[in-house]
């Protein structure tokens, strides 16, 4: 009988223990990110791009970046070939860096992509790590097709394209197509360097109990990109009207507008019915 007793406390202090956890966890799995300071990892993650770009110059004759030692300009100082952008994701505000190394030259009338447009690219993934860049990429691929915004299609979460890269493919040109009856090849195509910060590349502060940590989770990741190609308005829907005029208030973002009062959770950009 006493033992009965003892099992039924244990029970009820396990449910106490429980309930009193879940103000900082869920059911009792603590978040291992909940102290991390974003706001101070945005000027950290800042200070440690600068740092780099002022201490590294782009050697155009090798096509790669290189230390200073020899009193080169430093790619910060480059106001020509770098752009900064202001983004902001979850309160926070944070800054792009992106520098070009070529902008690319399209044989055709092609701009520059819009975020919302899909975008044919070969990209390596690197760290930003005790000021270097040079390791092995964390990922590699050879001209693989990215739809910038959200579709029906099944895509993997670590292949999705990071809000780093989404806000600054619009400072590159596609290059030109010259196809033959080989492999599909291209020339002069827009190339660089994107520089994001942990917080617009793979931020901890989305991370969800009982999802699996990330290895790159708050690091300052690295795109040696490569623009190929992409589609001039891309119609996600095929409704006949471009995505990125799907934006009824105007922010530039299509993927919070919704008009249609029978499909509520459905963003016009994804609604056939709206246009």
């Known amino acids: 009988m006493n033992r009965i007793k003892n099992i039924f406390l244990l029970l009820i ?6 309930i ?4 900082d966890n869920v059911n009792g799995f603590i978040n291992p990110f909940e102290d991390v300071d974003y706001e101070a990892l945005a000027i950290s993650d800042n200070d440690s791009i600068v740092k780099f770009l002022s201490t590294h110059y782009y050697d155009t004759l090798n096509e790669e970046v290189r230390l ?8 910060f100082s480059d106001s020509e070939n770098l752009k900064i952008k202001d983004v902001t994701s979850n309160d926070i ?3 792009l860096y992106v520098y070009i190394t070529n902008i690319g030259e399209p044989n055709s009338s092609k701009g520059n992509p819009t975020k919302v447009d899909s975008v044919f690219i070969s990209r390596n993934e690197l ?3 005790n000021n270097s860049i040079s390791f092995d990429p964390l990922k590699e691929n050879n001209q693989v097709w990215w739809n910038l915004l959200p579709t029906f299609d099944f895509v993997e979460e670590n292949e999705r394209p990071l809000l780093g890269a989404i806000e600054a493919f619009q400072f590159f040109k596609p290059g030109e197509n010259i196809t033959d009856d080989g492999p599909i090849t291209y020339q002069n195509t827009g190339k660089g360097y994107i520089f994001m910060p942990s917080g617009i590349a793979y931020p901890s502060i989305n991370y969800v109990p009982r999802q699996p940590i990330n290895s790159l989770f708050d690091l300052i990741i690295v795109y040696k990109v490569e623009l190929l190609d992409f589609v001039e308005d891309t119609d996600h829907d095929i409704d006949g009207t471009p995505s990125i005029e799907e934006d009824a208030n105007g922010d530039e973002n299509p993927r919070n507008d919704f008009s249609d009062p029978t499909n509520p959770n459905l963003p ?3 609604n056939p019915n709206i246009r």
Do not use: E, F, R, W
């Open 13 to 18: 202090l396990g449910v106490v223990v429980m």
């Open 268 to 270: 016009d950009y994804l």
């Open 20 to 23: 009193s956890c879940d103000d």
């Open 93 to 95: 505000n944070y800054k």
């Open 127 to 129: 760290p930003l790590l």
């Open 68 to 75: 200073i030692d020899a009193g080169q300009s430093s790619m």
